[in-house]
Each structure stands twice: as C-alpha cells, then as structure tokens.
C-alpha cells in the first residue's frame, strides 16, 4: 500500500542559531542547534554569509556513506579521524557526514546572478567543528552536529522548503 505523505519543511533561526523541523501543518517535529555564517547574513557571491528566504533541498548527497565521511567536490574522500590522524590538510569548512545542497526560491533575492544561493554551494551538512555548533563560526553554510545532519537527511526529501529567518537587521 503506496500512500503520498505531506513534505516536511525547514524553518531556520540565525539570531538563535536552530533549525526546526516541520511537519505540513507547521508544528514543530524536532530542533537542532546549527551553526551559521560567522559573517552574518547575505546573499552576494563571495560574502561568505549565509543566504536569508525561501530556499528548498536542490540534492541530498551522501547518503549511503558512513558518518564522519569527509565530500571535497561533493565527493567522498575518507573518514574525517583517520584523514586527521594521517595529517592530512583539511579545509576550514569541512563538510562531513551528509550534504543538503540548497536553491534559492525568491529571484532577486537568493536566485539568479550573483545572489544564486545554488551557485553559491550552500549546504546544510556535518562539521569538524562540533563544539562551535550553536554559534556562528561558518563560512556561509549551515552546519550541522554530525548525528543531526545524519537524522534531518533521513527526515526530509528533495524539494524540501527551507526557510532561513534573520531578525537581527545586518549590514550588507
């Protein structure tokens, strides 16, 4: 028996740094701490914030990896604590565990030129740098402790809705 389900949607909070989970009629199923840009919010190529409005899940990748897998290029390339105990160089961002690649919603907001959210490779994904969860520290994508990230890819599906609210006016 094949039935169609209702999308969840994702509200994000950058003033308290949250990401809620909905159902379709918009109560809360669960919430998770995030991190997001450390440059504040925005929506211009090569700022390094992380984009505001309505976004939704463009692709989920990674999900038949293991957690902790380390994605250069959207590609799996090892466990993150056997690439740091071999000293591997890692990038400031490292993406782990899942991807989920955003596109923006609104043209002229966060889609199309230089304000393509897409382009942008803005992610919701898992992080080397649990401990900073809860607090900006990005450089423009939405991280995630890794077991959440793991459970939210699970949860959600591709064309997701993904709402991120900033209430705290910023500086363009």
């Known amino acids: 028996m094949s039935h169609t389900t209702p999308m969840n949607a994702i509200s ?22 995030i991190s997001t840009s450390r440059y504040g919010t925005g929506c211009r190529n090569g700022s390094h914030k992380t984009p505001t409005g309505l976004h939704r899940i463009k692709s989920k990748i990674g999900g038949s990896m293991p957690i902790y897998e380390v994605f250069k290029g959207r590609l799996p390339r090892g466990n993150l604590h056997r690439l740091q105990a071999e000293g591997v160089a890692l990038p400031d ?77 910023q500086i363009s």
């Not at 990401?19 to 701490?33: A, C, K, Q, T, W």
């Open 93 to 169: 961002d490292v993406i782990t565990s899942r991807i989920l690649w955003l596109e923006g919603m609104e043209p002229g907001i966060n889609q199309g030129g230089q304000i393509d959210s897409c382009n942008r490779y803005i992610y919701i994904h898992g992080t080397s740098d649990e401990a900073l969860i809860g607090t900006p520290a990005s450089a423009g994508c939405v991280r995630m402790l890794n077991k959440d990230v793991v459970e939210l890819y699970q949860l959600v599906e591709t064309g997701t809705e993904v709402s991120i609210i900033d209430e705290q006016p």
């Open 12 to 33: 994000m909070d950058v003033a308290r740094q949250t990401l809620y989970l909905l159902d379709s009629e918009g109560n809360e199923i669960r919430r998770y701490p």
